[in-house]
C-alpha cells in the first residue's frame, strides 16, 4: 500500500496519507494527541497553526514526476500561513471566511482563489466550510510555463486577480455557478485520485486542463455584459495596465506610458489606478519588479545579472537596492519617491 512507503511524518507530508481518503477534517485535537504529534489524517492542520512557512519539499514526495499535490478540507479552519508554491483554493461547501494578508472576504461554494507565491492567507469556517486545495509545486510552472502563458486570462487570474483581492474588498475572484462547480468537482476528484494512485503524469495533465477551464471561465467572467460579475469601464481599462505590465517588467515603464495604455490622462489614470490598488502606478511596478526577481532568485537557474536584466533592473546591485527595499517594514513610503525603472 501507499501508506507503507512512506516514512517520513508531520508537516505538509501528512498529505501524503491521503492516498487512503480522498478528504480529511480537522477536528479539535486533545493535548495527548498534539504532544506525540501522532500522524493522522489532519495532523498537517495542528503544524499550520505552528508553522507560518512552508517550503516545496514539505509538501511534495522527491519524485520529480510529483509537481502536484490534490486533497479536499472538511470544516476548513487554517491559520495565516505561507508556501513557496501555488496554490487553487475552491469552496465545494459551507461558508466562512477568505483571508489573504489584511484583507478578509466571506466566501460561498463555486468560489476560487489563486494564492500566489510567499502570499499569507488562512480560512476562518463559518458554517461547515470545505475547501479543496491544490498545490502547484514550482518546477510544474517552469516545465510548462509556455502552455499556461498561451491560455487566454492565465496571467489576470494567477498574478493580477491575487493583487486585487489583497488591496480591495470588491469581488473580482472566480465564481462558478452550481452547474459549473459541479462538473469542477469531477476534474478535482480525478486529479486526487491520479495522486493517490501516483499517476503523477497524468495528475499533471489533468491539472492543466483545470488551469485552462478556470482562466477561460474568468475570461468569460470579465467580459460578461450587463452583469453584476462584469468589471465597470475604469477598473478594466486598469485591469488592461496591470497585464501590459506583467508583459513588459524586463523594460522601462513611464506612466505617460500606462496612462495611454489605459486611454486616459494622467490624472485620471493615477487616480483611477490608485482607487483600485491602493498605490501609485509605479510603486506597483517596482513592487512586480521585485516579486517576480525573488521567485526567480528562488528558482535558482538563473544567474543575479540575468535576473536583473529580466526584470527591468540596469544590473544585480540595483536590483539587491530595491529588494532591499521591498523588504523593509519602510517600503511603502520609501517607493513613492522611487524613480521610474
Not at 517520513?8 to 493535548?31: A, F, H, L, T, V
Not at 491544490?134 to 516545465?143: E, M, N, P, Q, S
Request: glycine residues 4%; contains cysteine; charged residues 25%.
Amino acid at each position: 500500500m501507499y501508506i507503507k512507503k512512506i516514512k517520513q511524518s508531520g508537516g505538509c507530508n501528512s498529505m501524503r496519507y491521503m492516498g487512503i481518503r480522498e478528504d480529511y477534517i480537522s477536528p479539535d485535537c486533545s493535548q495527548k494527541d498534539q504532544a506525540n504529534k501522532v500522524n493522522s489524517r489532519w495532523s498537517i492542520i495542528r503544524y499550520w497553526g505552528i508553522r507560518e512557512h512552508y517550503i516545496s519539499t514539505d509538501c511534495f514526495l522527491k519524485d520529480k514526476a510529483n509537481m502536484v499535490a490534490s486533497y479536499n478540507h472538511l470544516n476548513c479552519q487554517i491559520p495565516l500561513h505561507s508556501h513557496d508554491f501555488l496554490e487553487i483554493n475552491i469552496i465545494t461547501a459551507g461558508s466562512g471566511k477568505h483571508h489573504i494578508e489584511e484583507m478578509s472576504l466571506n466566501v460561498t461554494p463555486g468560489d476560487v482563489f489563486i494564492i500566489p507565491v510567499h502570499a499569507r492567507h488562512g480560512y476562518t469556517c463559518k458554517d461547515k466550510l470545505n475547501v479543496h486545495h491544490i498545490l502547484i509545486c514550482k518546477d510544474f510552472i517552469t516545465r510548462y510555463q509556455e502552455e499556461l502563458e498561451a491560455i487566454p486570462g492565465f496571467q489576470t487570474l494567477f498574478n493580477i486577480e491575487p493583487q486585487l483581492r489583497q488591496a480591495t474588498p470588491n469581488k473580482y475572484f472566480l465564481h462558478l455557478d452550481h452547474k459549473k462547480l459541479q462538473a469542477t468537482l469531477q476534474d478535482l476528484d480525478r486529479i486526487t485520485a491520479a495522486y493517490n494512485n501516483e499517476q503523477f503524469m497524468y495528475q499533471n495533465i489533468l491539472t492543466l486542463h483545470l488551469i485552462c477551464d478556470l482562466c477561460m471561465m474568468f475570461h468569460e467572467q470579465m467580459n460578461r455584459p450587463s452583469d453584476s460579475a462584469s468589471i465597470p469601464g475604469p477598473n478594466r481599462a486598469i485591469i488592461q495596465v496591470l497585464e501590459y505590465i506583467q508583459g513588459n517588467l524586463d523594460r522601462k515603464l513611464t506612466v505617460d506610458e500606462l496612462s495611454r495604455v489605459a486611454a486616459m490622462s494622467c490624472a485620471t489614470f493615477n487616480r483611477h489606478f490608485k482607487q483600485m490598488l491602493g498605490i501609485p502606478p509605479m510603486e506597483y511596478v517596482v513592487k512586480c519588479r521585485v516579486q517576480r526577481a525573488l521567485i526567480l532568485i528562488d528558482e535558482n537557474r538563473l544567474s543575479k545579472t540575468e535576473i536583473a536584466l529580466m526584470c527591468g533592473f540596469y544590473d544585480s546591485s540595483h536590483m539587491d537596492k530595491y529588494i532591499k527595499l521591498y523588504r523593509n517594514a519602510d517600503f511603502k513610503k520609501s517607493a513613492d519617491s522611487l524613480p521610474s525603472l
